[in-house]
């Protein structure tokens, strides 16, 4: 069973581009969690989410930043116009909830650096 | 809202010895405490996992238990080993859905 998947693994963009971060959940999971580290920072939440839903969003800056799990495919973490201040290390992790353990798994993260 | 503390920040040991990290939470009204692993550069591997209604889980050289009402865990790790070296990181639950975490213990463990 494979792990939580992300991509890409780094990702460098020039300020105002757009960043796109995909995350494929283990098998069988059906909640995504998105969660920022900044550089000497803790992680913290931004997002949760299930198919086609978003649970909680309150970590997640109001603007620039959107997220999506659609019926198929990835979850994406999207940033438009991104700036310096973006660059950090973004993971994904996921969880099912049968057993109602909340146990997340993380996958290797997407670092972004913006230039 | 939640706040996690871990301490010490660092901590530096020779191989083979019993270490205990130190975690704790403000808000005791938590659903689970996970037990994470982080290697420079990588991703977080789960440890141990702790429903608020347990008072300790094991794996192997580790043991984590949870004290809910003086918000507190800790984790053990018997005879410590080089490869044991990484960051540990402690996050809290309060309901289903996001982790609170703590800023972490980075370890070391030398030869």
């Known amino acids: 069973n494979a792990g939580v998947m992300q991509n890409p693994r780094h990702l460098v963009r020039r300020r105002g581009q757009e960043a796109r971060l995909r995350c494929s959940p283990m098998?069988?999971?059906?909640?995504v969690y998105w969660y920022r580290q900044l550089p000497e920072e803790g992680l913290k939440f931004m997002v949760y989410?299930?198919?086609?839903?978003?649970?909680?969003e309150s970590g997640m800056p109001k603007e620039r930043f959107s997220a999506e799990f659609p019926k198929e495919g990835p979850s994406i973490l999207r940033i438009q116009q991104v700036v310096r201040g973006d660059s950090a290390a973004y993971f994904c992790?996921?969880?099912?909830?049968?057993?109602?353990?909340?146990?997340?798994?993380f996958g290797p993260g997407t670092r972004l650096t913006v230039l | 809202k939640q706040e996690v503390t871990q301490i010490p920040a660092a901590l530096s040991v020779p191989e083979g010895e019993n270490l205990v990290l130190n975690c704790s939470f403000t808000?005791?009204?938590?659903?689970?405490l996970q037990w994470f692993r982080q290697d420079p550069g990588k991703g977080l591997t789960s440890l141990l996992l702790?429903?608020?209604?347990?008072r300790e889980q094991t794996s192997g050289r580790l043991n984590a238990s949870l004290d809910k009402s003086s918000g507190r865990s800790t984790l053990y790790i018997a005879a410590s080993q080089p490869g044991d070296s990484a960051t540990y990181l402690c996050?809290?639950?309060?309901?289903?859905?996001?982790?609170?975490f703590g800023r972490g213990t980075q370890l070391t463990v030398w030869p």
């Open positions: 992790a996921s969880s099912e909830t049968r057993g109602m353990y909340n146990e997340q798994f």
């Open positions: 098998k069988g999971h059906s909640h």
């Open positions: 989410l299930q198919k086609e839903n978003i649970i909680d």
């Open positions: 808000d005791s009204a938590i659903y689970n």
């Open positions: 702790i429903q608020s209604s347990q």
């Open positions: 996050a809290v639950a309060r309901t289903l859905g996001r982790l609170y």
